[in-house]
């Protein structure tokens, strides 16, 4: 009895002194480039000599190894950089993150499904074609943190159409594309 009565006061003082789990947010404002599939710039990472930039920012939380994320990004001139005919690619997706927190390096993997929107508008006519699109996306990447609140940020996405995207003369079937980017992870 006298056993029990110790373990149950040891049980109680560590619950007492045991501070609450507790979710990190964070917002990571990135810009990049696009590569591979239907991006018009750069058929693959290494060998790309006319870059075209993307930027956005993501934002989600974590908990131990495990987050959720919300990424925006943009992508002007998409489809390649055309006189009257503007161009470019929208998307949100919602990611579930694995994290390996290793201290100040941290690895994470990703796989999200969101919605992808390309435009293309014609000058000539004033044309404008759109179409939202579900998609799918996955990649990984690292944060290393300088200091505890604030971090570099590379990171390498593969986004997807699950349906085919009709825009004129730019795509008739799903939209498939690469994004490295860079950045700085910001933690509250």
């Known amino acids: 009895m006298r056993l ?4 149950a ?11 609450p789990a507790r979710a990190e947010g964070f917002i990571t404002p990135y810009i990049g480039f696009n590569f591979g599939g239907d991006s018009a ?16 920012v993501t934002f989600g939380s974590t908990q131990g190894i495990f987050g959720i994320e919300a990424d925006f990004g ?12 503007p161009n470019g690619v929208f998307h949100f997706m919602t990611d579930f993150m694995v994290i390996v927190p290793a201290g100040p390096i941290q690895p ?17 006519s004033s044309l404008s074609l759109d179409q939202n699109a579900f998609g799918h996306d996955l990649g990984g990447g ?21 349906k ?4 004129g003369v730019f795509s008739n079937d799903k939209l498939d594309f690469w994004r490295a980017s860079a950045g700085l992870t910001f933690r509250f």
């Open 4 to 7: 029990f009565q110790i373990l």
């Open 9 to 19: 006061l040891a049980t109680l003082i560590a619950s007492l002194s045991a501070s």
């Open 41 to 56: 710039s750069c058929a693959a990472f290494s060998n790309c000599e006319e870059k075209r930039t993307n930027w956005g």
């Open 74 to 85: 943009y992508a002007p001139h998409f489809f390649g950089d055309i006189p009257d005919r």
């Open 108 to 124: 994470y993997a990703f796989i999200g499904l969101g919605v992808i929107r390309p435009h293309a508008t014609f000058g000539v």
């Open 142 to 162: 690292l944060n290393l943190f300088l200091v505890h609140k604030v971090g570099l940020h590379g990171e390498l996405r593969h986004l997807r159409t699950f």
């Open 164 to 167: 085919d995207v009709t825009l």
